[in-house]
């Protein structure tokens, strides 16, 4: 209790220093949120992207409709399949019409082969994956052709490969600099109480009793600092969303990740700083 209050003192002491300390916290871990919010939506895009990765077996003309049947609920039981459904020839052609609306002409009288649509289960939706489940729906005897983009899901899987190792290289880049900076910024803040410091070891206090206000104070700081970046950031989405494009916004889990990470840089800040300093004493 006698530690919360020497904080608190602290605070309202040196409010401007204090101020200084929350801001830099708060912008550091702003431009690491930016980060997070455009790697969040990438990956958001991309899961959009592979959630359209799909099969289409082609079915000869004149296969009987129990041999389909029985076919679809054969596929619908592979591991990495979340859905299969036939598509008789009239709901080809209307679909056909539909997707392509001004060639709908071009149609008028056409006839399109009926067809077996197989959707695949999010981790299941990789190149070496896809063309093995096209490799057994190809087994059936009546399936003329099957198409699926493998050059699409290849480029694809390989777009999302590199945005998640370049999210995490950046993502690491950012985190490194925001904390080189908090920790020079709280290393201030100790040094501007080191004759106090230096008193406080003559009277006797232990290095604990001394670390104590100086840990809740970068505690606070911390998440002080953590939850103005969350504010910017949401702004920014806000204003990312009015002008540009719309964006998804990091959910509870995240925000209290971002929170528990400011606090935890300002507790380590003040640790590793008032370590330093009382080594020095």
């Keep these: 209790m006698r530690s919360l209050r020497d904080a608190f003192v602290t605070f309202r002491r040196a409010p401007l220093l204090s101020a200084l300390s929350v801001t830099t916290i ?6 690491l949120g930016l980060f997070g919010l455009v790697a969040l939506n990438i990956r958001e895009a991309l899961d959009r992207l592979e959630d359209r990765v799909e099969l289409r077996a082609f079915i000869a003309e004149g296969t009987p ?18 859905s299969a459904r036939t598509v008789t020839q009239e709901e ?7 997707e392509l609306g001004e060639f709908r002409d071009v149609f008028e009288g056409a006839v399109l082969p009926a067809s077996i649509d ?15 489940v096209a490799a057994r729906v190809n087994t059936f005897a009546f399936v003329d052709d099957i198409r699926y983009g493998e050059e699409w899901i290849q480029k694809l899987y390989r777009l999302r490969n590199i945005a998640g190792i370049a999210g995490f290289v950046l993502g690491l880049a950012f985190a490194s600099v925001s ?9 201030m803040a100790v040094l501007a109480r080191a004759k106090e410091i230096s008193i406080m070891r003559l009277v006797g206090a232990t290095d604990s009793y001394i670390r104590r206000p100086f840990l809740l104070e970068g505690f606070a700081k ?6 103005l970046a969350l504010l910017l950031t949401w702004l920014a989405r806000l204003l990312i969303d ?22 935890m840089i300002g507790l380590v800040g003040s640790a590793v700083s008032v370590g330093r300093h009382l080594r020095t004493v």
């Excluded at 904390?179 to 709280?186: F, H, K, L, P, R």
Aim: no cysteine; hydrophobic share 55%.
């Design 222 to 227: 911390g998440v002080m600092g953590g939850l």
């Design 26 to 31: 708060a912008f550091s871990l702003f431009a």
């Design 65 to 82: 409709t129990d041999a389909i049947a029985i076919a679809t609920a054969d596929i619908a039981t592979f591991p990495e399949v979340a």
């Design 92 to 98: 080809a052609l209307a679909r056909a019409r539909r």
């Design 179 to 187: 904390v080189i900076i908090i920790g020079a910024t709280i290393r």
């Design 242 to 263: 009015r002008y540009i494009i719309e964006t998804v916004f990091f959910d509870q889990r995240l925000a209290a990740l971002g929170l528990l990470f400011g606090a």
């Design 118 to 132: 197989v959707s695949l289960k999010p981790g299941f939706r990789d190149p070496a994956t896809v063309r093995s």
